[in-house]
């Protein structure tokens, strides 16, 4: 398994150096990639800061292929499995109901990293006059005209692919491949949405629209009032500029006469009968209940919410990636030191532990929001979010890690390693920290789940990530200010549910199957 993992990660580093010389975009691997290019172009403070966004592609490169060649490394080197640690491994495995919920996170995590190809706006291929292209996978923008459209105040934007599908159905040989979710999980707003309708078979009591196209209900033709099927009250009508032009009353189900009020240009008659004849629709505007198109609906911007849950999903794992490396880095080394040191070291720490651990959190995170200027938030308001919550999240495992090491450094293959001239490195990270790591291991999956809370929290309460990320702590709210859309809620918690129950189970599971005695109080 080790072996395995770093080829894959000395693969990737490779891969995603050579995507970027090729201009293409792979999903997950050419994350830091596409950081460089979205957040280079900031003026920062300082130019350290400046190198270190721009370079954040080739440092993640590099960051792989270290961690992956340390692996294989190691594999090589490194003598029979311990089979203190085979039997850990199968005591974690014989509790089903942890092994299983690591067995789902492992696919929700892959399923995270197919990114672009499950959900995203843009075509993984199109077709057209007999070549393709891949829009989803390059770097480089494509545009109206690449694809045919010369409409003068079209041509130079980025193509609208649903739509575009659409119009290639009606042409031989061109085609449009769109991801399984052809929506963004955020700044992909719906305008509108249409459900076809048929209020006499239905006894529908409500609004009744005929549409210009199908394609744009945003723009009515004509809209009618009905009750218990029957057109009942006012009805207006629109041009295709937006003015309404045409106004009449009904009264069970026929017209009054004289009521028709007509402003428009050309005959009444021919108005009346364009659109799209004699179909009707209901047309509902963000957050809308779920319809074909939308099985959970839309969140109040417009987003549609499969997407967005498919977005939240992605944001917690890439949290988790970038923030439990830093905080137990930290957290480990601190409290390795604390406890082998102790002294005056020791003391020292501990002070500024205290001070950091009495910091209000969120007045903090409250002034960085409010502070920050807009142009940053937006860019880098994930990683300053990831960086507050790191500053104040490695302090928990020092003192676990001191008292390990408190404990650990008075046996005595610590007192052979003194005598044989071990560095102060190699007794810290050779001798100690292996002896520690039933600890660290049954901690990752609860600080896991601590920062999903912290995060969803943060959003709930308005101080968390930029809109261009999707959060279940944002459609929690989304759902609670519209009260309408109960789904919003409801798919928000579930998913946020899932995620904490499993990573629980999971951590019950290590805890239990690291534990000396077979069984523990938990059973």
């Not at 957290?331 to 020791?346: H, I, Q």
Request: aromatic share 12%; net charge positive.
């Amino acid at each position: 398994m080790k072996l395995g993992i770093g080829i894959s990660f000395v693969t990737a580093s490779f891969l995603s150096v050579w995507a970027d010389s090729a201009g293409i975009k792979i999903p997950t691997i050419s994350w830091g990639y596409n950081f460089s290019r979205s957040a280079g172009e900031l003026k920062l403070p300082s130019q350290i800061l400046e190198d270190l966004v721009s370079g954040a592609g080739v440092i993640t490169a590099i960051i792989l292929f270290l961690v992956g060649l340390f692996l294989i490394v190691s594999k090589m080197t490194s003598g029979p499995p311990n089979p203190v640690t085979l039997r850990k491994i199968q005591r974690f495995k014989a509790i089903k109901r942890g092994y299983y919920s690591f067995l789902i996170l492992i696919g929700l995590a892959g399923l995270a990293s197919l990114d672009q190809l499950i959900v995203g706006k843009e075509a993984l291929a199109v077709k057209y006059k007999g070549e393709w292209q891949f829009p989803a996978f390059t770097i480089k923008l494509e545009k109206n005209k690449d694809f045919g459209i010369s409409d003068p105040a079209k041509v130079d934007l980025e193509p609208d692919y649903r739509a575009l599908k659409k119009d290639f159905a009606k042409t031989e040989g061109n085609r449009v491949i769109l991801p399984l979710r052809a929506y963004n999980p955020t700044q992909d707003a719906i305008s509108a949405l249409a459900k076809e309708i048929n209020p006499a078979k239905l006894k529908y009591s409500g609004l009744g629209t005929r549409l210009y196209s199908i394609d744009r209900p945003e723009d009515p033709h004509l809209r009618f009032t009905y009750r218990k099927g029957v057109r009942q009250g006012n009805a207006e009508g629109w041009n295709a500029d937006g003015d309404r032009i045409y106004k009449a009353k009904y009264s069970s189900g026929n017209l009054v006469a004289g009521s028709q009020e007509w402003e428009g240009e050309g005959s009444m008659e021919e108005f009346l009968a364009a659109g799209s004849e004699t179909q009707e629709y209901l047309v509902s505007y963000p957050p809308s209940k779920p319809k074909w198109s939308h099985p959970l609906g839309t969140t109040s911007q417009g987003d549609d919410v499969v997407a967005y849950l498919y977005g939240g999903l992605q944001v917690n794992f890439q949290a988790a990636i970038i923030y439990i490396p830093i905080v137990y880095l930290i957290g480990v080394t601190v409290g390795l030191l604390m406890g082998y040191f102790g002294g005056w070291f020791d003391l020292v720490v501990q002070r500024v532990i205290e001070i950091l651990s009495n910091i209000p959190f969120l007045f903090l995170v409250i002034i960085i929001t409010l502070g920050v200027p807009a142009q940053y938030k937006d860019r880098l308001g994930f990683y300053l979010i990831l960086a507050i919550l790191a500053i104040f999240g490695w302090m928990g495992m020092t003192y676990l890690m001191r008292t390990s090491a408190l404990k650990e450094k008075a046996r005595d293959y610590i007192a052979a390693s003194r005598v044989i001239g071990a560095g102060v490195p190699r007794i810290l990270f050779r001798h100690l920290l292996p002896n520690s790591v039933a600890i660290l291991v049954t901690l990752v999956p609860f600080s896991i789940s601590g920062l999903v809370l912290s995060l969803t929290a943060l959003d709930y309460l308005g101080f968390g990530l930029p809109v261009q990320y999707a959060s279940w702590g944002k459609l929690l709210k989304d759902g609670l200010s519209s009260l309408s859309s109960p789904l919003l809620v409801t798919s928000a918690f579930f998913c946020l549910v899932t995620m904490l129950v499993l990573v629980t189970f999971v951590g019950e599971a290590i805890r239990e199957a690291f534990d000396p005695k077979k069984y523990t109080y938990y059973r």
